[in-house]
């Protein structure tokens, strides 16, 4: 096909709404993803990871997807009709939405260090910078919990431990702001403060917000 018959075809916004309705028919939250592309092209992709769905319109009724997976790391590539692009695109969007609120049953906070916990932690002291990255990944996590759908009366609970967590960096040194950041965390699992349907997207908030800070003994 020609480059100027490419340049002519377009995804049009119709299409991107009923792309839309599938995606929030699957309860994923648009915040959580990036969309890109314009005319002839559409992509989502997940913010924190690889998963992503590329849509390419090459002729009429005919489109090029590229399709990261959550089971597979290369792109899925092939041409197919909007009707099928639709039911493939509600499939991607399922089976990340499942991904997203499953765990592993393998999580656990010795094998998690995010936080970079070191034995030298044990008696060394924030440093003011360090201190600043700590309190803003905690509003970070704050802001994202919002995002759980869950009761008011939990949110408050999680954001007056977190609130007690970002008075605590003045207090203690690294190693005790970890083990009771770490504590807290499991208390609202294992007491289902974050209910099991939402561990699973509440574990890739915490590792986004924290993700940036290196606190090193």
Do not use: H
């Not at 997807?65 to 197919?80: G, H, Q, V």
């Amino acid at each position: 096909m020609c480059t100027n018959n490419l340049k002519e075809m377009r995804i049009t916004n119709i299409q991107k709404k009923e792309l839309s309705d599938i995606f929030k028919k699957n309860n994923l939250n648009l915040i959580d993803f990036e969309t890109s592309g314009e005319y002839q092209e559409f992509k989502v992709k997940f913010k924190y990871d690889y998963f992503s769905f590329s849509i390419e319109k090459t002729k009429d009724d005919t489109y090029l997807l590229s399709i990261f997976s959550i089971d597979r790391k290369n792109a899925y590539n092939l041409n197919d009709t909007w009707i099928n692009t639709q039911k493939r695109f509600d499939n991607w969007a399922k089976q990340v939405s499942t991904e997203l609120t499953s765990t592993t049953g393998w999580e656990t906070f010795e094998n998690t260090n995010f936080l970079n916990t070191e034995y030298e932690d044990l008696n060394d002291e924030f440093t003011e910078t360090e201190k600043i990255q700590a309190k803003e990944s905690i509003k970070e996590l704050k802001v994202k919990i919002k995002l759980l759908n869950l009761s008011q009366e939990k949110l408050e609970i999680i954001e007056n431990k977190l609130d007690i967590l970002s008075l605590k960096v003045d207090e203690l040194n690294k190693f005790d702001w970890k083990s009771l950041f770490i504590g807290t965390i499991a208390s609202l699992i294992m007491t289902f403060i974050i209910p099991q349907e939402a561990s699973g997207m509440f574990w890739e908030y915490i590792k986004s917000s924290f993700n940036n800070l290196k606190i090193n003994g």
